[in-house]
Protein backbone atom coordinates (compact mmCIF):
# COMPACT_ATOMS: atom_id res chain seq x y z
CA UNK A 1 0.00 0.00 0.00
CA UNK A 2 1.22 3.59 -0.44
CA UNK A 3 1.55 6.54 1.82
CA UNK A 4 1.79 9.63 1.22
CA UNK A 5 3.20 12.31 4.66
CA UNK A 6 2.31 15.86 4.50
CA UNK A 7 2.99 18.92 6.93
CA UNK A 8 2.02 22.07 6.19
CA UNK A 9 4.87 22.87 5.28
CA UNK A 10 6.49 20.24 2.83
CA UNK A 11 5.71 16.84 1.74
CA UNK A 12 8.20 14.56 4.38
CA UNK A 13 7.32 11.03 2.27
CA UNK A 14 5.99 9.27 0.05
CA UNK A 15 6.37 5.65 -1.01
CA UNK A 16 5.45 2.07 -0.82
CA UNK A 17 4.67 0.48 2.84
CA UNK A 18 3.76 -2.83 4.46
CA UNK A 19 2.53 -0.69 7.86
CA UNK A 20 2.32 2.08 9.87
CA UNK A 21 1.77 3.01 13.21
CA UNK A 22 -0.08 5.91 14.09
CA UNK A 23 -0.90 7.43 17.64
CA UNK A 24 -4.63 7.56 17.66
CA UNK A 25 -6.36 10.02 19.67
CA UNK A 26 -8.30 7.48 21.25
CA UNK A 27 -5.06 4.76 21.57
CA UNK A 28 -2.44 3.61 19.21
CA UNK A 29 -2.95 1.61 16.28
CA UNK A 30 -1.75 0.14 13.20
CA UNK A 31 -2.74 0.66 9.48
CA UNK A 32 -1.71 -2.81 7.51
CA UNK A 33 -2.39 -3.68 4.06
CA UNK A 34 -6.21 -3.72 3.46
CA UNK A 35 -7.27 -1.53 6.10
CA UNK A 36 -10.72 -0.59 6.29
CA UNK A 37 -11.07 2.79 5.33
CA UNK A 38 -11.21 5.66 8.23
CA UNK A 39 -10.38 9.09 9.01
CA UNK A 40 -8.82 9.02 12.36
CA UNK A 41 -7.52 12.06 14.64
CA UNK A 42 -4.19 11.77 15.76
CA UNK A 43 -2.66 12.22 19.14
CA UNK A 44 0.93 13.54 19.79
CA UNK A 45 3.32 10.39 19.70
CA UNK A 46 5.55 8.51 17.84
CA UNK A 47 4.85 6.94 14.23
CA UNK A 48 6.46 4.18 12.77
CA UNK A 49 5.97 3.63 9.45
CA UNK A 50 7.48 0.15 7.88
CA UNK A 51 8.62 0.54 4.19
CA UNK A 52 8.41 -1.98 1.79
CA UNK A 53 11.78 -3.16 2.32
CA UNK A 54 11.66 -3.79 5.75
CA UNK A 55 13.64 -0.68 6.77
CA UNK A 56 11.54 1.50 8.93
CA UNK A 57 10.95 5.02 9.87
CA UNK A 58 10.22 6.89 13.34
CA UNK A 59 9.09 10.43 14.30
CA UNK A 60 7.17 12.17 16.94
CA UNK A 61 4.01 14.26 15.78
CA UNK A 62 2.28 16.41 18.48
CA UNK A 63 -1.05 16.20 16.38
CA UNK A 64 -2.15 15.39 13.15
CA UNK A 65 -5.22 13.32 10.82
CA UNK A 66 -5.03 9.83 9.30
CA UNK A 67 -6.94 8.78 6.36
CA UNK A 68 -7.21 5.62 4.66
CA UNK A 69 -9.03 4.20 1.34
CA UNK A 70 -8.75 1.62 -0.97
CA UNK A 71 -4.71 1.12 0.26
CA UNK A 72 -3.97 4.78 0.10
CA UNK A 73 -2.77 6.35 3.26
CA UNK A 74 -2.78 10.17 3.80
CA UNK A 75 -1.11 10.86 7.02
CA UNK A 76 -1.07 15.08 7.76
CA UNK A 77 1.45 15.63 10.54
CA UNK A 78 2.05 19.00 12.85
CA UNK A 79 4.98 19.46 14.81
CA UNK A 80 7.14 16.91 14.00
CA UNK A 81 10.36 15.89 15.26
CA UNK A 82 12.96 13.26 15.71
CA UNK A 83 12.77 12.46 12.02
CA UNK A 84 15.43 10.41 10.94
CA UNK B 1 26.81 76.14 -22.11
CA UNK B 2 29.56 74.22 -20.84
CA UNK B 3 28.05 74.44 -17.63
CA UNK B 4 24.83 72.98 -18.66
CA UNK B 5 26.74 70.55 -20.52
CA UNK B 6 28.05 69.41 -17.66
CA UNK B 7 24.57 68.92 -15.81
CA UNK B 8 22.76 67.52 -18.42
CA UNK B 9 26.23 64.29 -18.19
CA UNK B 10 25.43 64.47 -14.00
CA UNK B 11 22.09 63.80 -14.80
CA UNK B 12 22.38 60.81 -17.53
CA UNK B 13 24.90 59.26 -14.86
CA UNK B 14 22.51 59.56 -11.87
CA UNK B 15 19.75 57.81 -13.82
CA UNK B 16 21.43 55.11 -15.09
CA UNK B 17 22.47 54.25 -11.48
CA UNK B 18 19.28 54.74 -10.61
CA UNK B 19 18.19 52.05 -13.28
CA UNK B 20 20.75 49.69 -12.25
CA UNK B 21 19.15 49.82 -8.53
CA UNK B 22 15.78 49.26 -10.11
CA UNK B 23 16.98 46.50 -12.29
CA UNK B 24 18.89 44.73 -9.44
CA UNK B 25 15.81 44.55 -7.41
CA UNK B 26 13.45 43.39 -9.96
CA UNK B 27 16.05 40.44 -10.34
CA UNK B 28 15.75 40.17 -6.76
CA UNK B 29 12.32 39.90 -6.40
CA UNK B 30 11.82 37.35 -9.19
CA UNK B 31 14.32 34.82 -7.14
CA UNK B 32 12.15 35.56 -4.17
CA UNK B 33 8.91 35.08 -5.80
CA UNK B 34 10.02 31.53 -7.49
CA UNK B 35 10.84 30.64 -3.65
CA UNK B 36 7.57 32.16 -2.06
CA UNK B 37 6.20 30.47 -4.91
CA UNK B 38 6.94 27.44 -4.25
CA UNK B 39 6.48 27.62 -0.66
CA UNK B 40 2.56 27.93 -1.86
CA UNK B 41 2.85 24.56 -4.00
CA UNK B 42 4.60 22.88 -1.29
CA UNK B 43 1.53 23.97 1.49
CA UNK B 44 -0.91 23.02 -1.41
CA UNK B 45 -1.15 19.10 -0.81
CA UNK B 46 -1.74 19.29 2.80
CA UNK B 47 -4.55 22.19 2.33
CA UNK B 48 -6.29 19.97 -0.01
CA UNK B 49 -5.84 16.94 1.67
CA UNK B 50 -7.48 18.24 4.49
CA UNK B 51 -10.53 20.14 2.70
CA UNK B 52 -11.08 16.44 1.00
CA UNK B 53 -11.21 14.98 4.69
CA UNK B 54 -13.41 17.82 5.55
CA UNK B 55 -15.62 17.23 2.98
CA UNK B 56 -15.66 12.80 3.78
CA UNK B 57 -16.77 14.31 7.27
CA UNK B 58 -19.89 16.31 5.93
CA UNK B 59 -21.00 14.02 3.42
CA UNK B 60 -21.52 11.83 6.06
CA UNK B 61 -23.09 13.78 8.71
CA UNK B 62 -26.49 14.68 9.44
CA UNK B 63 -27.45 18.11 8.04
CA UNK B 64 -27.84 20.04 11.46
CA UNK B 65 -25.19 18.86 13.52
CA UNK B 66 -22.40 20.37 11.20
CA UNK B 67 -21.71 23.13 13.73
CA UNK B 68 -18.64 24.10 15.47
CA UNK B 69 -18.01 26.61 18.16
CA UNK B 70 -16.05 28.57 15.38
CA UNK B 71 -18.90 28.85 13.03
CA UNK B 72 -21.60 30.52 15.72
CA UNK B 73 -23.10 33.97 14.22
CA UNK B 74 -23.47 36.40 16.91
CA UNK B 75 -24.16 39.91 17.29
CA UNK B 76 -21.41 41.81 15.64
CA UNK B 77 -20.07 44.22 18.61
CA UNK B 78 -16.00 43.38 18.22
CA UNK B 79 -14.11 43.07 15.08
CA UNK B 80 -10.97 42.02 14.14
CA UNK B 81 -9.34 43.28 11.29
CA UNK B 82 -6.13 41.32 10.46
CA UNK B 83 -4.18 43.08 7.64
CA UNK B 84 -1.27 41.27 6.24
CA UNK B 85 0.69 43.50 4.26
CA UNK B 86 4.48 43.05 3.76
CA UNK B 87 7.58 44.65 5.49
CA UNK B 88 9.02 46.85 2.31
CA UNK B 89 7.62 49.09 -0.01
CA UNK B 90 8.62 49.56 -3.57
CA UNK B 91 5.93 47.65 -4.56
CA UNK B 92 3.63 49.77 -6.07
CA UNK B 93 0.56 50.23 -5.03
CA UNK B 94 0.43 46.86 -2.99
CA UNK B 95 0.27 47.52 0.47
CA UNK B 96 -2.17 50.76 0.33
CA UNK B 97 -4.70 48.37 -1.61
CA UNK B 98 -4.64 46.15 1.27
CA UNK B 99 -4.94 48.87 3.54
CA UNK B 100 -7.37 50.52 1.85
CA UNK B 101 -8.96 47.11 1.96
CA UNK B 102 -9.45 47.39 5.97
CA UNK B 103 -10.45 51.08 5.31
CA UNK B 104 -13.25 50.41 3.20
CA UNK B 105 -14.16 47.13 4.52
CA UNK B 106 -14.68 48.76 8.00
CA UNK B 107 -16.42 51.80 6.80
CA UNK B 108 -19.04 49.74 4.73
CA UNK B 109 -19.83 47.08 7.16
CA UNK B 110 -18.25 48.61 10.76
CA UNK B 111 -18.81 52.01 10.54
CA UNK B 112 -21.16 51.98 14.00
CA UNK B 113 -18.25 49.70 15.38
CA UNK B 114 -15.51 51.96 14.61
CA UNK B 115 -17.44 54.95 15.72
CA UNK B 116 -17.19 52.59 19.47
CA UNK B 117 -13.74 52.03 19.43
CA UNK B 118 -14.88 48.29 18.66
CA UNK B 119 -12.59 47.33 15.70
CA UNK B 120 -9.40 46.18 16.22
CA UNK B 121 -6.74 45.77 13.16
CA UNK B 122 -3.92 42.86 13.77
CA UNK B 123 -1.21 43.93 11.44
CA UNK B 124 0.82 41.35 9.98
CA UNK B 125 3.61 43.18 8.22
CA UNK B 126 5.43 46.96 8.34
CA UNK B 127 3.82 48.44 6.02
CA UNK B 128 -0.04 48.18 7.43
CA UNK B 129 1.26 49.03 11.05
CA UNK B 130 2.83 51.92 9.66
CA UNK B 131 -0.57 53.34 8.56
CA UNK B 132 -2.40 52.08 11.58
CA UNK B 133 0.17 53.17 14.08
CA UNK B 134 -1.01 56.20 13.74
CA UNK B 135 -4.80 55.66 13.88
CA UNK B 136 -5.40 54.83 17.06
CA UNK B 137 -9.15 54.76 16.25
CA UNK B 138 -8.38 51.37 14.47
CA UNK B 139 -6.75 49.31 18.35
CA UNK B 140 -4.15 48.73 16.58
CA UNK B 141 -2.35 45.69 18.01
CA UNK B 142 1.19 45.31 16.41
CA UNK B 143 2.64 41.75 18.24
CA UNK B 144 2.95 39.89 15.10
CA UNK B 145 4.56 42.73 12.56
CA UNK B 146 7.77 40.42 12.04
CA UNK B 147 5.35 37.05 11.08
CA UNK B 148 7.27 37.56 7.84
CA UNK B 149 11.06 37.22 8.96
CA UNK B 150 9.43 33.28 8.79
CA UNK B 151 6.53 31.79 7.05
CA UNK B 152 6.36 28.13 8.84
CA UNK B 153 3.29 26.79 9.93
CA UNK B 154 5.11 26.23 13.35
CA UNK B 155 5.05 30.43 13.47
CA UNK B 156 1.59 31.31 11.66
CA UNK B 157 -0.31 28.21 13.74
CA UNK B 158 0.20 30.21 17.20
CA UNK B 159 -1.27 33.50 15.59
CA UNK B 160 -4.21 31.37 14.06
CA UNK B 161 -4.52 30.03 17.63
CA UNK B 162 -4.49 33.15 19.39
CA UNK B 163 -7.07 34.66 16.81
CA UNK B 164 -9.77 31.35 18.13
CA UNK B 165 -9.05 31.70 21.37
CA UNK B 166 -9.69 35.14 21.21
CA UNK B 167 -12.93 34.50 19.02
CA UNK B 168 -13.99 32.09 21.56
CA UNK B 169 -13.96 33.79 24.10
CA UNK B 170 -15.61 36.23 22.68
CA UNK B 171 -13.67 38.99 22.40
CA UNK B 172 -14.20 39.19 19.17
CA UNK B 173 -17.57 38.50 17.07
CA UNK B 174 -16.26 38.82 13.81
CA UNK B 175 -12.39 38.17 11.95
CA UNK B 176 -11.53 39.41 8.96
CA UNK B 177 -8.36 39.03 6.90
CA UNK B 178 -7.37 41.10 4.72
CA UNK B 179 -4.10 40.16 2.37
CA UNK B 180 -2.72 40.10 -1.29
CA UNK B 181 -4.12 36.98 -3.26
CA UNK B 182 -1.84 35.98 -5.78
CA UNK B 183 -3.05 34.85 -8.95
CA UNK B 184 0.49 35.21 -10.80
CA UNK B 185 3.04 36.95 -10.90
CA UNK B 186 1.79 40.21 -12.76
CA UNK B 187 -2.04 39.43 -11.04
CA UNK B 188 -2.21 39.98 -7.37
CA UNK B 189 -5.64 41.06 -5.66
CA UNK B 190 -5.92 43.08 -2.60
CA UNK B 191 -8.83 40.44 -1.08
CA UNK B 192 -11.12 40.53 2.01
CA UNK B 193 -12.16 37.48 3.52
CA UNK B 194 -14.15 36.25 6.14
CA UNK B 195 -11.99 34.38 8.68
CA UNK B 196 -14.40 33.73 11.96
CA UNK B 197 -17.29 32.56 12.01
CA UNK B 198 -15.96 30.08 9.28
CA UNK B 199 -19.27 30.14 6.75
CA UNK B 200 -21.47 27.77 8.35
CA UNK B 201 -20.46 24.37 6.87
CA UNK B 202 -23.35 22.32 5.43
CA UNK B 203 -23.16 18.96 4.46
CA UNK B 204 -22.78 19.34 0.69
CA UNK B 205 -25.96 18.47 -0.59
CA UNK B 206 -24.10 17.51 -4.25
CA UNK B 207 -22.17 15.66 -2.10
CA UNK B 208 -24.29 12.02 -3.52
CA UNK B 209 -24.20 12.76 -6.95
CA UNK B 210 -20.24 13.80 -6.72
CA UNK B 211 -19.68 10.48 -4.80
CA UNK B 212 -20.26 8.09 -7.83
CA UNK B 213 -17.11 9.85 -9.91
CA UNK B 214 -15.14 10.27 -6.92
CA UNK B 215 -13.23 7.29 -5.15
CA UNK B 216 -14.41 8.32 -1.76
CA UNK B 217 -17.52 7.23 -1.27
CA UNK B 218 -20.41 7.63 1.37
CA UNK B 219 -20.75 5.80 4.62
CA UNK B 220 -18.45 3.70 4.23
CA UNK B 221 -15.35 5.26 6.44
CA UNK B 222 -15.03 4.69 10.36
CA UNK B 223 -14.24 7.75 11.85
CA UNK B 224 -12.53 7.83 15.39
CA UNK B 225 -13.15 9.42 17.78
CA UNK B 226 -16.57 10.86 16.46
CA UNK B 227 -17.78 12.93 13.23
CA UNK B 228 -18.56 15.80 15.18
CA UNK B 229 -15.48 15.54 17.72
CA UNK B 230 -13.19 14.72 14.19
CA UNK B 231 -14.47 17.99 12.75
CA UNK B 232 -14.05 19.96 16.36
CA UNK B 233 -10.25 18.63 15.23
CA UNK B 234 -10.03 19.43 11.77
CA UNK B 235 -11.32 22.64 11.83
CA UNK B 236 -9.05 24.74 13.81
CA UNK B 237 -6.17 23.21 11.45
CA UNK B 238 -7.95 24.39 8.21
CA UNK B 239 -8.20 27.93 9.79
CA UNK B 240 -4.29 27.68 10.99
CA UNK B 241 -3.83 26.38 7.14
CA UNK B 242 -6.13 29.46 5.95
CA UNK B 243 -4.04 31.84 7.56
CA UNK B 244 -0.95 30.27 6.42
CA UNK B 245 -2.14 30.49 2.65
CA UNK B 246 -3.05 34.07 3.33
CA UNK B 247 0.45 34.85 4.36
CA UNK B 248 2.23 32.76 1.56
CA UNK B 249 -0.14 34.63 -0.94
CA UNK B 250 0.69 37.79 0.62
CA UNK B 251 4.28 36.90 0.47
CA UNK B 252 4.35 36.14 -3.09
CA UNK B 253 2.53 39.05 -4.06
CA UNK B 254 4.65 41.52 -2.96
CA UNK B 255 7.09 40.00 -5.01
CA UNK B 256 4.90 39.77 -7.71
CA UNK B 257 4.14 43.73 -7.21
CA UNK B 258 7.37 44.11 -6.63
CA UNK B 259 8.74 42.57 -9.74
CA UNK B 260 6.22 44.46 -11.72
CA UNK B 261 6.83 47.77 -10.00
CA UNK B 262 10.72 47.44 -10.89
CA UNK B 263 10.60 46.51 -14.41
CA UNK B 264 8.09 49.67 -14.94
CA UNK B 265 10.57 51.95 -13.30
CA UNK B 266 13.55 50.47 -14.97
CA UNK B 267 11.97 51.31 -18.64
CA UNK B 268 11.25 54.58 -16.92
CA UNK B 269 14.84 55.05 -16.60
CA UNK B 270 15.66 54.11 -20.16
CA UNK B 271 13.26 56.68 -21.20
CA UNK B 272 14.46 59.64 -18.96
CA UNK B 273 18.62 58.77 -20.15
CA UNK B 274 16.96 58.89 -24.04
CA UNK B 275 15.62 62.26 -23.91
CA UNK B 276 18.41 63.07 -21.55
CA UNK B 277 20.65 62.58 -24.54
CA UNK B 278 18.77 63.89 -27.06
CA UNK B 279 18.95 67.06 -24.76
CA UNK B 280 22.83 67.11 -24.82
CA UNK B 281 22.90 65.98 -28.13
CA UNK B 282 21.40 69.31 -28.63
CA UNK B 283 22.99 71.36 -26.53
CA UNK B 284 26.57 70.36 -27.52
CA UNK B 285 25.68 70.77 -31.46
CA UNK B 286 24.08 74.01 -29.85
CA UNK B 287 27.81 74.80 -28.54
CA UNK B 288 29.89 73.87 -31.63
CA UNK B 289 27.75 76.04 -33.64
CA UNK B 290 28.30 78.94 -31.44
CA UNK B 291 32.19 77.93 -31.01
CA UNK B 292 32.55 77.62 -35.04
CA UNK B 293 30.78 81.02 -36.14
CA UNK B 294 32.67 82.84 -33.62
CA UNK B 295 35.77 81.44 -35.22
CA UNK B 296 34.39 82.41 -38.31
CA UNK B 297 33.43 85.93 -37.45
CA UNK B 298 36.73 86.63 -35.75
CA UNK B 299 38.71 85.19 -38.57
CA UNK B 300 36.64 87.61 -41.10
CA UNK B 301 36.87 90.62 -38.78
CA UNK B 302 40.99 90.30 -38.95
CA UNK B 303 40.54 89.28 -42.97
CA UNK B 304 38.84 92.54 -42.96
CA UNK B 305 41.59 94.88 -41.06
Redesign the interface.
Known sequence: MNI?V??????LFSGEITGVKVP???GQFEILNNH??????LASGGVRITKAGGASMTFSIE?G?V?V??NEV?L?V??VSDLD | MGANLKEVRDRIKSVKSTQQITRAMKMVSAAKLRRAQMAIQQMRPYANKMNEMLKNILSNMEADDASSKFSAEREVKNVLMVCITSNRGLCGGFNSNIIKGVVNTVNEKYAEQLAAGNVTVMCIGKKGMDFFGRRKQYNPIDTHVNLFADLTFDNIAPVANEIMDAFSAGEYDAVEISYGRFKNAAVQFAEVEQYLPVETVKPDANADANAADEKSNKALYIFEPGKKELLEQLIPSILQNQLQKCCLDTNASEHGARMTAMDKATENAEDIVKELKITYNKARQEAITKELSEIVGGAAALEGA
Open positions: TLSPDKEGINAAIVSAKFELHSLQG
